[in-house]
């Protein structure tokens, strides 16, 4: 009579696990599930790529609904063919949203490298815009003070007198200056005398000339003392006025002077004058005489170009 072998609950738990394990895996790698296993294989590897290379945005999630598509057929799979699936979607998922938010940061970066090159190249330009206006307005003054030292700029002559005193002959010596910083060259110098009568106080004909000279070169530093002499006709202590009319031509323009003398009755000399433009306009006097350095004054080029 034979005995029966009495087998232990664990031993039967054991033997049950692994009968289960041994069916599952010939069902998991059935003829039937071969092609998605392979396929599933695949993903895996490229997800693990892409995982750590990140492709292009969009690429990924259209591998996910590849994946998608290619489980929709799988029929009859078992759990673990499924969860594979979903974990495979997913990670695809994940790869696209690492990959478009990648992208998104470049394009940060790449906008503000874009930006700061630009600035950098404004900045470059305006410094060079700067540049070229300095040089050009320093070429401008260059030139224009060149022009003033041919033509004599803002510079006006003016005659006076610095002694009251006449010589022997009656003579009143005039001495002739600059006003401005560019030289007058040359100079034309007339005086025509006795304007009008002294007794009547009639206007004379302004047809004849007593002195006319011509001076090479007048500058700021050296003024120089007139040859001629004008000769005044007064009586001293009349109060009587004799006037002189004293035409400067020069590159700049003409200006005119008129010269009001006086005598006292020490025969003491007083010259008033004043010196007009070619217009007419007064320019200034022997009382504003600021007025005159003020006229001479050279204007430079960069306040012309601050106006």
């Known amino acids: 009579m034979e005995e029966k072998l009495e087998v232990s609950a664990d031993a039967k738990k054991e033997f049950r696990l692994a009968t289960s394990l041994r069916n599952g895996t010939k069902t998991f790698f059935a003829p039937r599930h071969l092609f998605f296993v392979v396929v599933q ?31 929709a057929v799988h029929l009859d799979m078992r759990v673990l063919h499924r969860a594979i699936w979903i974990l495979l979607v997913g990670a695809f998922v994940v790869i696209d949203l690492q990959a478009i938010t990648k992208d998104r940061d470049d394009n940060t970066k790449d906008r503000k490298a874009t930006a700061d090159a630009f600035s950098s190249l404004v900045t470059l330009q305006n410094k060079a815009l700067t540049s070229n206006q300095i040089n050009f307005e320093n070429a401008l003054g260059r030139l224009e003070n060149l022009t003033n030292q041919q033509t004599g700029g803002n510079s006006i002559p003016i005659i006076y007198n610095t002694d009251p005193k006449v010589d022997e002959k009656g003579g009143l010596t005039l001495e002739i200056s600059l006003q401005g910083k560019y030289p007058l060259s040359p100079l034309h110098v007339s005086i025509f005398p006795h304007l009008q009568d002294v007794k009547s106080g009639k206007t004379r004909a302004q047809d004849v000339i007593k002195d006319e000279w011509i001076i090479p070169d007048l500058t700021a530093y050296s003024p120089e003392t007139l040859q001629h002499k004008i000769y005044p006709q ?74």
């Open 41 to 71: 294989v695949v993903a895996g590897m490229y997800g693990w790529h892409y995982w750590h290379y990140l492709p292009a945005p969009g690429f990924a999630i259209g591998i996910a609904a590849l994946l998608a598509a290619v489980m």
């Open 234 to 307: 007064l009586n001293p202590g009349d109060g009587e006025t004799d006037i002189f009319q004293i035409t400067f031509t020069a590159h700049n323009g003409v200006y005119n002077e008129t010269m009001f003398v006086t005598e006292n009755k020490y025969r003491q000399f007083t010259g008033l004058w004043k010196l007009y433009d070619v217009s007419g306009r007064f320019i200034c006097d022997g009382d504003h005489f600021a007025a005159c350095a003020a006229r001479g004054k050279p204007e430079t080029t960069k306040s012309k170009v601050k106006k």
